[in-house]
């Protein structure tokens, strides 16, 4: 089967389409998938994705911080949700702000000290992952505890990256290192996944749009390796390029894609993602 990685250029970059090289790969992988290459006659045309990174900040340490994930494990109480305590709705008539002070009620156990960082997680929708329930989530904000009482911990909001209402959950903050990217290298193996979901439910797909794909850090991805994506509109019609993205989040079985560029506006459940480059850093993840 023969894929036009030429389109990354001639509809996405700007750039002449010579620059890159069209590989048939009639080999297929354990997967029954087929292995693809991405071979660059120049550098040019990892430049435009590496410039696009740096200029939305997609590595950076909020960008990474709240990107959203698919989360899978059961909580002390039999919820899917990450954390071990709940927010606590703000005094009727109010809300939360930016530098407001949030009461969470632990559980399970679950011990708390003056002083401790916490992360904030809201619940986006709930899904079906591989036959079984998941949750997408995505930190909406960290806080610093300020008071622990006896079933209650006080905490100032000191980020806030969405609306905070109450019932979200809340857990000891992940502390996420800005990644700087010093080039695209050809990745080790192939790794060929699937798109699971589009977080933000939009008819069409949009630049920097996450998207749930359905392997992940068991797998081999890691945060910044490069996806070329491709859909297939029917069974009688050859695949065709549809956008590049990079993972800026990873789980065992499923990974956060964000898109980088574009060449058509058709990207569905089931499509195949196909990794082409691996980042290398200047400054390695903590």
């Known amino acids: 089967m023969r894929i036009l990685f030429l389109y990354i250029l001639s509809i996405l970059c700007f750039s002449s389409a010579q620059e890159w090289e069209e590989i048939d790969q009639p080999s297929r992988n354990n997967a029954g998938g087929v292995d693809i290459s991405l071979q660059p006659k120049t550098s040019a045309s990892e430049s435009v994705i590496l410039t696009y990174i740096k200029q939305k900040e997609i590595l950076s340490e909020k960008y990474l911080a709240t990107a959203p994930f698919l989360w899978t494990e ?75 009482e006896d079933k209650t911990l006080q905490a100032l909001l ?56 359905d392997k992940g850090s068991t797998h081999g991805i890691e945060i910044g390796d490069v996806f070329g994506i491709y859909h297939k509109e029917s069974n009688d019609t050859p695949e065709r390029f549809a956008a590049v993205g990079g993972v800026v989040n990873v789980g065992a079985f499923s990974s956060t894609l964000t898109i980088i560029l574009m060449a058509q506006n058709r990207i569905d459940e089931g499509d195949k993602a196909v990794l082409i480059r691996r980042a290398r850093y200047s400054q390695k993840r903590e």
């Open 74 to 148: 059961r909580d002390a109480s039999g919820n899917i949700f990450p954390g071990d305590a709940v927010v606590m709705p703000p005094p009727a008539g109010k809300s939360y702000q930016l530098f407001s002070t949030i009461s969470f009620k632990p559980f399970g156990g679950a011990t708390y000290s003056a002083g401790d960082t916490i992360d904030i997680f809201a619940s986006l929708r709930f899904v079906r992952f591989k036959g079984k329930p998941a949750n997408l989530v995505k930190r909406v904000g960290r806080a610093s505890v300020t008071k622990v």
């Open 158 to 213: 000191f980020e806030m990256w969405d609306v905070i209402i109450g019932k979200e959950r809340a857990a000891p903050a992940s502390q996420s290192t800005a990644l700087i990217i010093d080039t695209l290298i050809e990745p080790p193996s192939p790794i060929t996944a699937s798109v699971f979901t589009r977080v933000e439910q939009t008819e069409s797909p949009y630049p920097l749009q996450s998207i749930i794909l």
